[in-house]
């Protein structure tokens, strides 16, 4: 088995989902702002170094990624988030660099083989390590030209080094007695209790609209009322039909390119817009189903003509709206001056105003948010964004300049703020009557009224549940609910909590609290459990301190405030 594993070992090297690196690298904090282009005035490229890796550098940040990716689908793991990427990529670097600080040696052959047959990704379906799972998992992915060479190998090594200096960070998880007999006993726990409901909709109070204390709600919540910042720009607009007669005409080997280029497409419109088949006539002769006639060049030729004619206005728009800002770059033409204007003559475009807008309100514009929150990045010599598609052609955003955060006079706001008085007053009579209602239902316990009687009588929904485990608890409790359930007394009847729009009363009938065995296997179980959870917590809370470490000195001063 050794040897087999050694033999593939040598042969296959060449590892790469493209696909996921994709999508997460282009998420990926860490990978640097905008690479500097032909349009930016400077380059102002700075290292990122962490334990020796530039973050800043597209081709090491990839090459960690491959690698986190890679580690992740050959232990069955699912990275699920941007943040979660973030963290498995930052704390690889580090232990990786605290494995040679230390000297944690890379496996040897046969160590490494033995930690192949560990992985869930090449178990077949008894469970077991396969071969043949291997073999297939590593053809299937080993003939893209793009992977690079011998990643899976390295990836291997790196995570063995990893998981022997998890090991030593982890320890071996201690756990007082205590804390396991506390959570057997909180699982065993039988509860009996009944719950009282009021909801939030259904509370409606007279709130009185004073003009004095709506002035006092404005004068103590005057930030909650501030305009960000907004930004001031306008745009010069590429229109797709400014290009309509201007491509030339195709040439014949050019239309059947662009057939063969999006054939798939072409074919599909072609064959929606045929008619259905009308049904055979049932009591003739069957005969044998026709082969469906192929869609050829000629059947769809106009069709061609017609999107390789938008394909090239398109491109010809884009290349405009490029050629414009590269210009402004390339000629440090000033916002405003008499070069600036001559080019807008010249080009025959004009300026469209935008309408003053906040990085929240990007979003809400026809204009896409993209090329809206790309004016927050500009200022100075740079006034100027990319070329962006927007709706009928391409657009260049001119910076104009920023509103500084204002806060409006109370009559701007006051409707606004009104309806957040009202949201707020009824907020505050809800928990007030909360408290009334707990100790009504209290004095009503007291002289001997029973709690669900008693809740109904003030207009309360209600739900009893039998004695049940707290392991065992009935689906249909809130879990919010449950929780209190646990911190209170027979005969308790707790604040009203509020969860999902409802205020809910929990009145404890009866709590027992078991003793526990040592035997108790379910006792072993959670001795086990926490001691595992409690290494777990050690190791990560050593690997995010060693990546705190290895932050740049004004990033860890920052995150440290």
């Not at 699982?187 to 004095?212: G, H, Q, R, S, V």
Request: with cysteine; aromatic share 10%.
């Amino acid at each position: 088995m050794i040897s087999w594993i050694q033999h593939h070992l040598i042969r296959h090297g060449r590892w790469l989902f493209l696909f996921l690196l994709a999508i997460i690298i282009v998420a990926f904090v860490f990978t640097i702002g905008a690479t500097p282009g032909c349009t930016t005035d400077s380059s102002g490229y700075e290292e990122n170094l962490f334990y020796g890796i530039d973050l800043n550098s597209p081709r090491e940040s990839e090459v960690i990624a491959e690698k986190v990716l890679l580690s992740a689908i050959l232990n069955g793991q699912e990275i699920r988030s941007d943040e979660q990427f973030q963290n498995q990529l930052t704390s690889r670097i580090a232990l990786l660099h605290l494995a040679e600080e230390i000297g944690v040696p890379s496996p040897s052959q046969e160590t490494l083989s033995n930690y192949i047959t560990t992985k869930a990704t090449f178990r077949g379906d008894d469970g077991e390590f396969s071969a043949d799972s291997y073999t297939k998992f590593v053809d299937s992915i080993e003939s893209n030209p793009l992977t690079s060479q011998g990643l899976v190998i390295v990836v291997l090594e790196e995570d063995y080094r990893i998981n022997q200096i998890g090991s030593v960070l982890s320890g071996p998880g201690y756990t007082l007695p205590s804390e396991a007999i506390a959570q057997t006993q909180r699982n065993a726990t039988e509860l009996n209790l009944a719950i009282a409901e009021l909801k939030y909709a259904d509370f409606i109070p007279e709130i009185a609209l004073e003009e004095t204390a709506l002035r006092e709600y404005y004068d103590a919540n005057t930030l909650r009322y501030e305009i960000p910042e907004r930004i001031k720009a306008s745009y010069v607009f590429f229109d797709l039909e400014g290009y309509v007669g201007k491509v030339p005409k195709p040439s014949e080997a050019e239309l059947q390119e662009h057939f063969i280029s999006k054939q798939d497409v072409f074919v599909a419109d072609y064959e929606s817009t045929k008619s259905k088949p009308t049904e055979p006539d049932v009591g003739a002769e069957a005969e044998m189903p026709k082969e469906p006639d192929s869609v050829t060049f000629s059947d769809v030729r106009e069709a061609v003509t017609q999107s390789y004619l938008i394909e090239q206005e398109t491109r010809m728009a884009n290349e405009a709206a490029q050629s414009f800002a590269y210009t402004l770059y390339r000629d440090e033409i000033k916002r405003d001056s008499a070069a600036f204007k001559a080019l807008l003559k010249k080009e025959n475009l004009s300026l469209t105003k935008i309408e003053p807008y906040t990085i929240a309100g990007a979003s809400q514009r026809a204009l896409p948010s993209e090329f809206l929150e790309s004016a927050f990045k500009l200022g100075g010599n740079r006034y100027y964004s990319d070329a962006y598609a927007v709706n009928g052609g391409y657009a260049v955003l001119l910076y104009e300049g920023r509103i500084a955060p204002e806060i409006p006079e109370y009559e701007a706001v006051q409707s606004e703020l009104t309806n957040d008085y009202k949201t707020d007053e009824k907020r505050r009579l809800f928990n007030e009557k909360g408290q009334s209602l707990q100790a009504e239902l209290k004095a009503k316990i007291v002289q001997g009224i029973d709690f669900t009687e008693a809740a109904e009588a003030l207009g309360l929904g209600t739900a009893s549940f039998e004695t049940f485990s707290v392991q065992e608890a009935p689906r249909e409790l809130n879990r919010s609910a449950l929780q209190l359930a646990h911190g209170m007394q027979s005969g308790e009847v707790s604040p009203m909590l509020t969860s999902d729009g409802t205020g809910i009363f929990v009145y404890l009938a009866n709590k027992t609290v078991p003793e526990i065995a040592s035997e108790n296997e379910e006792l072993k179980q959670a001795e086990d459990f926490l001691a595992r959870y409690a290494a777990y917590t050690s190791g990560s809370s050593f690997a995010n301190e060693l990546v705190f470490l290895g932050l740049p000195e004004e990033v860890a001063e920052e995150l440290s405030e």
